[in-house]
Nanobody, 115 residues
Framework: VQLQASGGGLAQAGGSLRLSCVAS?????MLWYRQYPGKQREWVAV???????NYVDSVKGRFTISRDSAKNTVYLQMNSLEPEDTAVYYC?????????????WGQGTQVTVSS
């Protein structure tokens, strides 16, 4: 499975950005992570194949993850952005098959929030 992420950029604090990530095939769970310079990637949000979502506490109420399964696409709507949201954002998908599950990562997309 190949992933293509897009939608990063520069926003002012309080503004919004929408990230998209398109998978080349059908997948099960779809996730977003972010990585600060010199830090490990941290999980941000997940949506499973049934549409159930979960978020890290720091983005609850501000970010919304959604998916269009027909298009194999996951979105991350980021509102009320804060400078602390500045990071490289990565999408990850999980494909579950009879012989096990596999994870696939997209390329990162930079999000920069100015104060």
């Amino acid at each position: 499975v190949q992933l293509q992420a897009s939608g990063g950029g520069l926003a002012q604090a309080g503004g919004s950005l929408r990230l998209s990530c398109v998978a080349s095939g059908s997948v099960n769970a779809m996730l977003w992570y972010r990585q600060y310079p010199g830090k490990q990637r941290e999980w941000v949000a997940v949506i499973n194949s049934g549409g159930v979502t979960n978020y890290v506490d720091s983005v609850k109420g501000r970010f919304t993850i959604s998916r269009d399964s027909a298009k194999n696409t996951v979105y991350l709507q980021m509102n009320s952005l804060e400078p602390e949201d500045t990071a490289v954002y990565y999408c990850k998908v999980v494909r579950v098959r009879a012989r096990g599950s596999s994870n696939y990562w997209g390329q990162g997309t930079q999000v920069t929030v100015s104060s």
